[in-house]
């Protein structure tokens, strides 16, 4: 017989968000079970995603800065690769975050459950353990069940050569010749990985633009880069076939205006988008609504359809970022113990964590120009600042969308290293509904990147000594 208990508040799915939620019911007063089918809590983006690709690409920035130190009269030799070493240093890195949440956890008394739970009701579910399959029932539940790596038709099945994002971060081997397809986040990022680790990388990208959501002035100083450290990048390209080969390499076949080409590759990773995890859940014992797109729909409180039913983070929608998701789980936590809340963020910031960092958040030019939306900017190229100059870093540029009529921050866009740190300034510019004049006379450090923000305000106001714009 299987065993069956209640719970006051129920979390399915232990990453950003759904510890979140579950921390924050906890400190409000609630008993949680958190539970995951994964054996550590964190989710993809601590155990697969976010954080083991930021060690990795933490080591091919290094060995990258460490060449272009060739033109500042030092030369290093070739870096002599420990792939056993890397991967433990990453696995170290991930174990011991995740081994910080389930402390977290174990203080604030929330009781986790390692299982795949699916809905049975609007108050019940199945979780299928190692030991057996238990009831539970609930008066709320959240859920934060996640995303998977969408699969292109006609890509063989289970194959050791076709990578997705998880498998490439297990870095089984540096294959000589890799193919990513998908020319976004996680293909530029774990493409510059592999570069940097001595593959010869090519991207194809189904669209005309490489990080088609971002806008393209600030893509393109990491397309430049790109185009250096990459074999190539073909942009308005698809992959039509895929064929694999006795020695596990694949032949692939690309086709674009100029025709189809047929080039064989060691590995190929697919990096075409992520789906929402609602398959596992049997959603459609409950009365929880999807959209067409197979997302979770929900109100500003993070509620679904089904009233003591909430939902967050990549199972909801776009962005599938986990800021975003730690963020709508705190709201469905505050609601759901009684509390109000409600999800009225004015932007999500969005990072490619790639060399050089590109970074927007709020308003993009192209949506500006789609919908019609007047703006002015404020733009500030590195190449007048004397860090990034110190830095080998003057590709990069800091630019600012304003309301033309209220002066306020409607977006911020910036290239170049750190532009995934110094783009906060601009979310807390945006939510504050800071004005040029409120940034460019606010005291930035000298010399530093941080001050480029400053700058990019005050060459909209006119008040810049750094540049000359001609009135
Ligand atoms: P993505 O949406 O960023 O990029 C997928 C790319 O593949 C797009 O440029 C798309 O046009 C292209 N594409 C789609 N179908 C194609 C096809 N058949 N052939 C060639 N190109 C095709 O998705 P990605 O990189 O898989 O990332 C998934 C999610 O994970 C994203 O929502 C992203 O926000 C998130 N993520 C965020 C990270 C970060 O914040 N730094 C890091 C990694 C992932």
């Not at 924050?24 to 054996?39: E, S």
């Not at 990549?314 to 789980?329: C, Q, R, S, W, Y």
Request: a negative charge; proline letters at 5%; aromatic letters at 4%.
């Amino acid at each position: 017989m299987s065993e069956t208990k209640h719970v006051e508040l129920v979390v399915i799915g232990a990453g950003p968000g759904g510890y979140a939620a579950a921390f924050r019911a906890a400190d409000l007063g609630k008993r949680v079970l958190l539970i995951d089918k994964d054996p550590t809590l964190g989710g993809v983006c601590l155990n697969r995603g976010c954080i083991p690709s930021k060690a990795l690409l933490h080591i091919s920035k290094v060995i990258e800065e460490a060449e272009s130190l060739s033109t500042m009269g030092i030369t290093y030799g070739k870096p002599e690769i420990d792939l056993d070493a890397v991967r433990a240093h990453k696995n170290k890195i991930v174990s011991q975050l995740s081994g910080g949440i389930s402390q977290l956890a174990k203080a604030r008394h929330v009781e986790t459950l390692r299982g795949g739970a699916s809905f049975k009701s609007n108050s019940e579910l199945t979780v299928n353990t190692e030991t057996g399959e238990i009831s539970i029932s609930f008066d709320k539940c959240i859920i934060a069940a996640g995303s998977t790596s969408v699969m292109i038709p006609g890509v063989p099945k289970n194959h050791p050569s076709i990578l997705t994002s998880k498998t490439a971060l297990d870095l089984i081997d540096i294959p000589e010749r890799l193919l990513v397809i998908g020319g976004g986040v996680i293909g530029l990022e774990l493409g510059q990985v592999y570069a940097a680790l001595g593959s010869k990388v090519s991207v194809v990208e189904f669209l005309p633009n490489l990080i088609p959501g971002a806008d393209q002035d600030i893509v393109k100083p990491l397309q430049r880069k790109l185009k250096k450290q990459f074999e190539s990048i073909l942009l308005s390209s698809k992959v039509t076939a895929i064929e694999p080969n006795e020695d596990e390499t694949l032949n692939v076949t690309i086709e674009n205006n100029k025709g189809t080409i047929t080039e064989t590759y060691n590995k190929v990773l697919v990096a075409v988008g992520r789906k929402p995890n609602t398959q596992i859940l049997n959603i459609k014992s409950t009365t929880i609504q999807l959209d067409d797109r197979g997302f979770i729909q929900v109100d500003l409180y993070q509620q679904t359809s089904v009233k003591n039913i909430f939902a967050i983070g990549d199972i909801v929608g776009n962005p599938m970022l986990a800021h975003k998701a730690t963020h709508e789980g705190k709201v469905a936590a505050e609601v759901a113990s009684g509390h109000s809340a409600v999800f009225d963020a004015r932007a999500i910031p969005s990072v490619v964590f790639t060399d050089p960092e590109v970074a927007w958040a709020g308003l993009t030019e192209t949506e500006a120009k789609e919908n019609g939306i007047s703006y002015e900017k404020g733009e500030f190229p590195w190449a007048a600042s004397g860090k990034a100059i110190a830095m080998g870093a003057n590709q990069g540029k800091t630019k600012i969308l304003f309301d033309p009529k209220t002066k306020q921050t409607l977006g911020v866009g910036i290239v170049g290293p750190g532009a995934g740190d110094l783009i906060s300034e601009g979310m807390l510019a945006i939510e504050m509904g800071a004005d040029a004049e409120d940034i460019g006379l606010t005291i930035h450090p000298h010399p530093t990147l941080g001050e480029s923000f400053a700058a990019a305000a005050e060459a909209f106001s006119g008040t810049i000594t750094d540049l000359y714009i001609p009135k």
